[in-house]
């Protein structure tokens, strides 16, 4: 608080007092003492008029100027310096560093994607995204729909991780529409399939076209485990040779540090045992490099394998390469709509037919109940069969039904 009074000259006769009052013309000057609105503490001084640079004489101007005083000094925010998109998505990354390198890998290439758009836009810092841009861009998408489902969650939780990080102050992502599910549920392989595909396993060529190699039982080995254990292509590649244990080979572990085992028939240990070892360590991958490219690669031989033998074949325009180069005319190629992911299904649909309980299934799977329910239980004309012959049992014991029909 500062205190205003006037420092009577000598020859006034008020002088040696602070009387506000002064018979002087002109009057006597005014000064102020005490702590200012900044915590400052003012000695006593001449108050002086910052419009005019000159001593205050007038009483309620010098009021007003004491006010302006008194008022608490405006703080000063320093912004904070913007943090570039690359950056940002550097420290996400970091953040996943414990999640799996498949994981890192997907995270990578939308937000690497994203990135070039926002460039192409001359938007370089995080704070620079909207909404729009990113609903723009996500229209540009032409993946699959599970494929987008999936981008469209990563992009939203790194723009989560930036608004946690201080990076945005919201998060222009929040408000993305949900993708439609829109993917149908995949068909098991019928028997008469699953018969083609191993019949067509001899006549698998390797990369110099050559049949009877060692890539023959190689393959036959890890088709029989995908068959009986349901694994998905990914831990097949990295089946270790520890995993096998007499005729059970363990699927994943739990969270809780518990092994689960898939018990299959001893022809299924021998295919293993017979076929080539890529390394000391894993059946069917070197442990060198990475496992996606591995499993890639597994995926290209066991498509090669679906059209030798017959299996879901359709016919498509594709262009190929020559010297490097695609060709400018398309040429029809026979390709198959079979993925290995459908030897998962067709294991589940054939434990649902022997009465498996759905809980079993979703132990074995290392999946939740619902993911089971709503991925693995497509009803198909055998079980339709089944529970009709079921219906029929349970007439012939119903006494209603026989009266009926008497």
Known sequence: MLNIFRRHVAGCSKAATRSQDCPSKPKCPIHFEGIDGAGIRRKRQALTDPQSGSGVREWNRAVEIIRGLELPAPIEITPKPQVGIDDAINSFIAFKARRSADVQRKAKLILGRMKAFMERRKKLSVTEVTFSD?????????????????????MKGFFRYCLKSDFITRSPAADLDAIPEGRPKTEP????????????????????GRRGQPITE????????????????GDTAKLEKADVDGCRIRTYRKKTGEDVFAKVP???????????HDSEQFYFWTGKGKLH?????????????????G??????????????????????????????????????RDLLECGTPMEEIAELLGNDMKTVEKYYSKWDTRRQARLERRLEDFWKNDPLTAAMTA
């Open 218 to 233: 190689h393959t036959r080995a890890f088709i029989m485990v995908m068959r009986y254990t349901g694994m998905s292509i």
């Open 266 to 276: 001893p022809f299924v240990i021998d295919a293993l045992a017979k076929a080539p």
């Open 189 to 208: 392989f019928t028997r008469d399939e699953m018969g083609s595909i191993f019949t067509a396993i001899p006549n698998l060529t390797d990369e110099y």
């Open 293 to 309: 490219t591995r499993a890639s690669k597994w995926g290209n031989r066991l498509q090669k394998l679906f059209v030798l033998a």
């Open 311 to 348: 299996v879901r074949i359709v016919e498509e325009d594709r262009k190929k390469r020559s010297g490097g180069k695609l060709k400018a005319k398309a040429e029809t190629v026979r390709v198959s709509k079979a993925t290995p992911h459908m030897f998962r299904h067709t294991l589940v």
């Open 134 to 154: 990113l609903v723009e861009f996500r229209a540009a998408w032409s993946d699959a729909l599970t494929t987008q489902r999936r981008n469209q969650e990563v």
